[in-house]
């Protein structure tokens, strides 16, 4: 079931288009990672969706309420997690907590801050100022702040710049965490390893919206599946068995590893093994060669510009 | 909810200020240099020019509305009467006390928030507009507004620490209490809104200072026209400009709810 509905959400700021006539759902669960590069209008996107600007022509749906509309009904049913942090240094992370929470309806603000402070493992140091924080642990009090209110929906805007790997780390398996627990979750990254590695989905923009889809369909529609297949004593009579197989489009040979075109490895692997094993092929190692999608991402970019990659 | 949520950024304010030395300072300090400096400004007049000050024109049109509104002054010698007219703009000098306050502490609430990253967050919850600017202009103006009333009843008590008791009767007159229990909350709750006001349309810390000093010098015209006895308030003139100063909260408040463009501070503010 869809929770966010987007319907040709556009936004002008003067004669500049930043975000154009987008039209995609994001199911209830689902983790969306929106990718593209700088000033593709990411967050010009997550401020309509989260009700903090308003776009120029078309509208969404959010949690069942409509954008443009009544935006403090929307800030009690969604969470954001802004491009920076943003507390005040010289309180204290629980005091922080609680002053945000005081704005919700309907829960006891000091219970949810505990909660929350306990989840994102900085119960102990919730008397001390957010000024002495390093950079993740302001992340995850600011993903503490998004969750605060238990909303449906997460808007998380690039929630890993800047991070070093350990607390990128983090943020990620929290957002893995959220995911688990039902949440949506919206999340604009530059990080596409990350997205893929977190995201049921992955939406590709550059002010109007390229590609959405999962990472493999995306794969699978910009680039054909390949195998490889690294075998110690490669022999003519390997390479042709292979070749013979009717799944493989397309073959070739460099040294003792075989990549071969197909387009269901899951179904037609154990049948080229074999094919190798037959022909006297000491088989080291079988393996699908993932197209990154980093180069998808660029394929498509660069496309929309005219350029080439 | 409007009530817990404008109290929420009440308490928010006043923690931030209690941890910053330097607006601590602003609030609970500056204002007990002004009944120094005052009581220097009225013993440094009355022993230059307290004997002088009949034959000088401007006093004299001011001995008259003075003796006009507190009839015992007329009995008093020139220099006594010169005394009392000084003390008497006490009242109206303590309204620099909440104007002095906001342009050093809520003019830069709004764009320090912006600069910090924390408005962002601040309007991604379900706060209002005006909850917003009205609970930041009362964070400041309600301890502006205590301040102004300690330092008033400090300073009857310095009066009377200095041998000049004998004058209190004249100067703690109708039109005091009318200054400093309406006109000075009046006058309070406008400067800090025009100083939220100047805050919410500034780019940065000292556009908001700048611009917040221009809105919110022209209320000391209120202490000139009053010193130099050029308008002499009655408790009725009092009653009334305080009755005009409310109006007018009302429509600045209003007009900083429209002025605030939550768009444009996230969208175009850098």
Known sequence: MAIIEVNGLTRKFSDRIAVDGLTFQVNQGEVLGFLGPNGAGKTTTIRMLAGIIAPTSGGATVAGLRIPGDAEKLHESIGMLTETPGFYDRLSAGFNLTYFAGFYNGFDAQAQSEKYLKSMGLWERRDSRVGTFSKGMKQRLALARALLHEPKVLFLDEPTAGLDPEAAREVRDLIKRLSAEGRTVFVSTHNLAEAEELCHRIAIIRTSLLAIDTGQNLRDRFFRRQVIVRVQNMTPAIQEAARRLTFVKQMQVAGNELTIEMSEPEQNRPELVQAVVNEGGRVLDVFENKQPLEDIYLKLVHEENGNEP | ?270
Do not use: C
């Open chain 2, 1 to 270: 909810m409007s009530r817990k949520r404008i109290l929420n950024i009440l308490f928010k304010e006043w923690r931030v200020v209690l941890t910053d030395f330097s607006s601590s300072l602003i609030i609970f300090g500056l204002p007990f240099l002004l009944i120094g400096q005052l009581m220097l400004y009225v013993w440094l007049g009355v022993y230059f020019a307290g004997d002088k000050a009949g034959g000088i024109a401007v006093f004299q049109h001011a001995f008259s509305k003075l003796q006009g509104a507190v009839p015992a002054v007329a009995a008093l010698s020139t220099a006594e009467q010169f005394r009392v007219l000084l003390l008497n703009q006490f009242s109206f000098f303590l309204l620099l006390i909440p104007v002095m306050i906001a342009m050093n502490t809520v003019t830069f609430s709004i764009v320090d928030e912006k600069l910090s990253g924390s408005l962002e967050a601040l309007l991604s919850t379900p706060v209002r507009t005006w909850e917003l600017l009205l609970g930041k202009a009362l964070a400041g103006a309600v301890p502006a507004l205590l301040m102004t009333w300690i330092v008033g009843g400090v300073f009857l008590g310095v009066v009377a620490a200095v041998g000049w008791g004998n004058l209190i009767g004249m100067v703690v007159t109708p039109v005091w209490f009318m200054s400093l229990f309406l006109l000075t909350p009046a006058i309070t709750v406008l400067s800090f809104l025009l100083g939220v006001l100047g805050s919410a349309r500034a780019k940065d810390s000292k556009s908001a200072q700048n611009l917040s000093l221009v809105i919110i010098f022209p209320l000391f015209a209120l202490i000139a026209v009053q010193v130099t006895g050029i308008v002499w308030f009655t408790w009725l003139s009092a009653l009334v400009l305080a009755a005009v100063l409310i109006g007018i909260d009302y429509l600045v408040l209003r007009l900083a709810v429209s002025l605030f463009q939550r768009e444009s501070i996230i969208v175009r503010w850098r």
